[in-house]
Nanobody
Framework: QVQVVESGGGLVQPGGSLRLSCAIS????????MGWYRQAPGKERESVAT???????TYADSVKGRFIISRTNGRNMVDLQMNSLKPDDTAVYYC?????????WGKGTLVTVSS
């Protein structure tokens, strides 16, 4: 069984920074894509940033230049460094990992950007 666990959410002021971490554990042969998604109140879940096993990344236009996704393959972890945070970044952030060809989701971590 595969487990995906996020950590690092919280309350931060506009302009501040926060780092989210995601750890994947369990019975794994391979991990391909990993990524962060978010869902704000009343909105659909959207992709924030993704990273492939060989390092290629994609970012939502709304976070380009502010967020950085990185992964540590040997430790099966993926992080999201979030800088210059805005109130519009407030959402529950979910980690996703494609393990052995199947997508797995974490339960999410809340990020609130407010003064």
């Amino acid at each position: 069984q595969v487990q995906v666990v996020e950590s690092g959410g919280g309350l931060v002021q506009p302009g501040g920074s926060l780092r989210l971490s995601c750890a994947i554990s369990g019975s794994m042969f391979s991990i391909s894509n990993m990524g962060w998604y978010r869902q704000a109140p009343g909105k659909e879940r959207e992709s924030v940033a993704t990273i492939r096993s060989y390092g290629a990344t994609t970012y939502a236009d709304s976070v380009k230049g502010r967020f950085i996704i990185s992964r540590t393959n040997g430790r099966n972890m993926v992080d999201l460094q979030m800088n210059s945070l805005k109130p519009d970044d407030t959402a529950v952030y979910y980690c996703n990992a494609v393990v052995n060809g199947r997508p797995y989701w974490g339960k999410g971590t809340l990020v609130t950007v407010s003064s």
